[in-house]
């Protein structure tokens, strides 16, 4: 309203000053033109007025205050590529307890450590049961022996370097398993697999590094972790209770599902890569399983055996050498006796004679060789 009222003035002041331009040389002339001054001035008055009212407050400031400093943007840091890989987690998860078809979640993560009771992972995208997860990452270890310790509820499995170390994959409570290795130092990749079938879900993983032998709370291990075909090793354990969780003394303990002392050992003779399992019951609620695998390089013969006489036709009063040699056998018999695993005598036979030879094989298998010398008067 104010500025309508100004544009009025200016245009009454127009008028006026064509007027005087007309009238200038008489006193009328000169009245309208002391008229049209005063007006131009109170226009410039007025519309400076407006200019200031429009401008926004300006704070006071005090003297002696110190002056702001200018703000900053400063970007979001991230990690470069080759070493965000190695901190962080690649999360796949499925509605699904198979890990089956394509994740309807897709995300990265850190160390998976979740107890999600009877929640979801993400509502409304995971369901809150029958859903799975994988976690990959690859991390760089140092040289040494690690030990390695997941838990869950419900299944679980444990990848290192591709190859499954810990196989729970299974409805159960929660329960830890543990499982320790040698490792040469660089990168190696780990992959922790998951399912939760009903009720609370939970899962985790953690490792470290095992710079002393007394820190292993239950020893498990074999004599050698590679064998060929037919051969044997022995398995060895020690779950006294100084050595269990917390130093609580175990309830019992299980080799392969069966109860053994809590201190023993075992000799397989595996036909074929095999993994071997210690439960280490503590009490009802919490079990520690350790794993030991053993592979085995395949053999076209893996229990050779010969058997053989320097001729089997002699006259009566002569000698045949008789000699033997077997491989990966557990016990020899030649006719009947007990004899040495590879070896030869001397026979002397008055009539023709058949002569045997008996093997068992380190799997327990049993062969059989027959050879007949004759004799001529």
Known sequence: MIFSFITRKIALTLCLCYIAHKRR?????????????????LALIALALIGLSAMPPVAAQDPTATPAAAATIRPVPTLPPHLASSIVWHAEYFNNIELKG?????????????????????????????????????????????????????????????RLVIDAWYSQKLNTYT???????????????YFELEGTARVGLE???????????????????????????????????????????????LFM?????????????PA?????????????????WYDVTVEVIPSDDPFPVSFGVDRTSIRRGECVGIAWSTHNARRVYLEGRP?????????????SEIYRLRV???????????????VTP
Request: aromatic letters at 14%.
């Open 25 to 41: 040389s008489t006193e009328e002339g000169k009245g309208v033109m002391r008229i049209v001054y005063l007006s131009l001035l």
């Open 102 to 162: 394509s994740p309807v979640l897709v995300r990265s993560e850190f160390t998976p450590n979740y107890d999600w009771g009877f929640g979801s992972p993400l509502p409304g995208v995971v369901d809150n049961a029958y859903f799975s997860a994988r976690w990959t990452r690859t991390v760089y270890l140092e040289d040494g022996i690690w030990l390695f310790k997941v838990w869950a509820d419900d299944g679980v499995r444990l990848y290192i370097d591709y």
């Open 179 to 193: 499982w320790y290795l040698w490792l040469a130092g660089g990168n190696h990749t780990l992959r922790l697999e």
């Open 207 to 253: 490792w470290q590094k095992l710079h002393e032998p007394h820190e292993l709370r239950v020893l498990f291990s074999a004599d050698r972790l590679t064998i060929n075909e037919g051969e044997c090793v022995t398995l060895w354990w020690d779950a006294e209770p100084t050595q269990s969780r917390d130093g609580a003394p175990a309830q019992s303990v």
């Open 257 to 269: 599902g069966l109860p053994v002392e809590k201190t023993g050992s075992y000799e397989s003779c």
């Open 272 to 288: 074929q890569t095999a993994r071997y399992s210690l439960e280490v019951i503590i009490d009802d609620q919490f079990s520690e």
């Open 339 to 351: 004899v040495e695993l590879s070896g030869g005598r001397t026979e002397c036979p008055i009539a």
């Open 360 to 374: 068992v094989k380190n799997n327990w298998t049993i062969e059989e060789r027959a050879i007949t010398v004759y």
